[in-house]
């Protein structure tokens, strides 16, 4: 092998129709035995949604008999893509470097002829760029999956998101971002695939969360007993709306409660020490806790009575709003994005008009005041909502199925 190488707009129901969007009972199944699909994404990193995807579909991949591949530049998550019987290849397409870019439409080229590649998979805009050419140098069926609605504050900025859209198939994780795709980038709606992304519901079921690791957490984080607990996950940037969070958390006037923002400030120590002081000010020290990184959230979700997404910009898909309601919880979330899709309002949880903080404390209000028989009901639709919607299974099954539509085309079926 080469150097380098080591082995916002919703579109209307006709248009939804026409992606696909009907539900689950219309995928056609069928497995991808013989076949090598290839993924490329930057990196490996653990924990990130992107990367936990990968790792999720290279193992349908092998469980269906095929041969799954994925070029990174490597990172935590090698060794649970090994662990599920895939193979890592590590080239350099994290890098944005035109000129590295361009030296990886030749080594790509290479691997896909080299390894007798069926179908290539892109996850993000460097690594798409080089697999595009490369792709068509060797031949080979190219289709992406489209993860967010990027800036594209310029014409360059929007070219350069553009590969994401150029894929014989084009994954949009939720109808908010099909309609994006559609509608920004003009790729005809016969070529949008709706799948959302997918949770692991044998990790997040509230059967399999001992009380022991919740208790452990409830420790850590110095959680009083019989203290109800609001929490917003997410890492700390100004967008994920933690500023409005504390605002509305004063709104409530209430000292039997607990708020915790889960997630590291991942260098941005000046916003971090804004959402201090914004606490210090509302008199919420004792109420307010920035807690940093979370290894177990399923733990998490389940000492928590009410789980907030209050983004201010549209979520592209919202995966903590589909945990928490894995794990039978109560959520809050701006009513925007891919919230507007996994959220059941009245039934398992409720939305409120993005940045208004008034309105957000009356929503935490409403949850609060649930009696046992309404938070039992609520967490029942939850549950069942992620089960029916929002499955592992599901989205492997259905991403699959896309492969499986390639693979015949290819063969001419």
């Known amino acids: 092998m080469n150097a380098?190488?080591?082995h916002n707009t919703i579109m209307a129901a006709p248009e939804?129709?026409?992606?696909?969007?009907?539900?689950p009972e219309q995928a056609v199944q069928g497995p991808v035995k013989s076949a090598t699909i290839l993924q490329i994404l930057p990196a490996l990193g653990a924990g990130g949604g992107v990367e936990r995807g990968t790792v999720e579909i290279a193992e349908a991949i092998v469980q269906s008999g095929g041969r799954a591949l994925v070029v990174s530049s490597g990172g935590?998550?090698?060794?649970?893509?090994?662990?599920?019987?895939?193979?890592?290849?590590?080239l350099p397409v994290h890098s944005k470097n035109p000129y590295v870019m361009y030296a990886n439409v030749g080594r790509l080229a290479k691997v896909f002829k080299d390894e007798g590649v069926d179908i290539v998979h892109?996850?993000?805009?460097?690594p798409a760029w080089s697999a595009y050419f490369a792709a068509k140098k060797a031949g080979v069926p190219f289709m992406t999956t489209f993860h967010g609605t990027y800036t594209a504050a310029s014409a360059l900025k929007r070219k350069y998101n553009s590969v994401m859209a150029k894929g014989e198939r084009v994954?949009?994780?939720?109808?908010?971002?099909?309609?994006?795709v559609h509608q920004t980038y003009g790729t005809p709606v016969a070529r949008i695939r709706i799948i959302p992304r997918g949770v692991n519901l044998d990790r997040f079921n509230p059967a399999k969360v001992s009380a022991e690791r919740?208790?452990?957490?409830?420790?850590?984080?110095?959680?009083g007993d019989g203290l109800t607990v609001v929490t917003l996950p997410g890492r700390l940037t100004r967008w994920k709306g933690?500023?409005?969070?504390?605002?509305?958390?004063?709104k409530l006037d209430r000292r039997d409660i607990r708020c915790l923002l889960v997630g590291g400030d991942q260098g941005r120590t000046d916003y971090r020490q804004e959402l201090e002081n914004l606490v210090n000010e509302h008199d919420l020290g004792e109420i307010v806790r920035i807690v940093d990184h979370c290894d177990d959230m399923p733990a998490a979700y389940m000492l928590t009575d009410v789980v907030v997404s209050a983004s201010t910009d549209p979520e592209a898909f919202g995966r903590i709003l589909v945990e928490a309601q894995a794990l039978g919880r109560p959520v809050v979330a701006s009513?925007?994005?891919?919230?507007k899709e996994t959220v059941i309002e009245g039934k398992t949880g409720w939305l409120f008009p993005s940045g208004d903080e008034d309105a957000l404390a009356a929503a935490l209000e409403r949850v609060l005041s649930l009696n046992e028989k309404d938070r039992a009901a609520l967490a029942q639709a939850a549950i069942a909502n992620v089960t029916e919607n929002f499955s592992k299974q599901a989205m492997c099954d259905k991403t699959l199925s896309v492969y499986k539509e390639i693979l015949d085309e290819k063969a001419g079926v």
């Open 214 to 223: 919740v208790a452990a957490l409830a420790e850590n984080w110095r959680l």
């Open 171 to 180: 994954i949009a994780i939720s109808r908010f971002i099909g309609g994006h």
């Open 122 to 126: 892109a996850r993000s805009r460097a």
């Open 16 to 23: 939804q129709a026409a992606l696909g969007m009907a539900g």
């Open 4 to 6: 380098g190488m080591n």
């Open 76 to 90: 935590a998550s090698v060794h649970e893509l090994k662990r599920v019987g895939a193979e890592h290849l590590e």
């Open 335 to 339: 009513d925007h994005g891919g919230a």
């Open 242 to 250: 933690q500023t409005m969070f504390i605002k509305a958390i004063g």
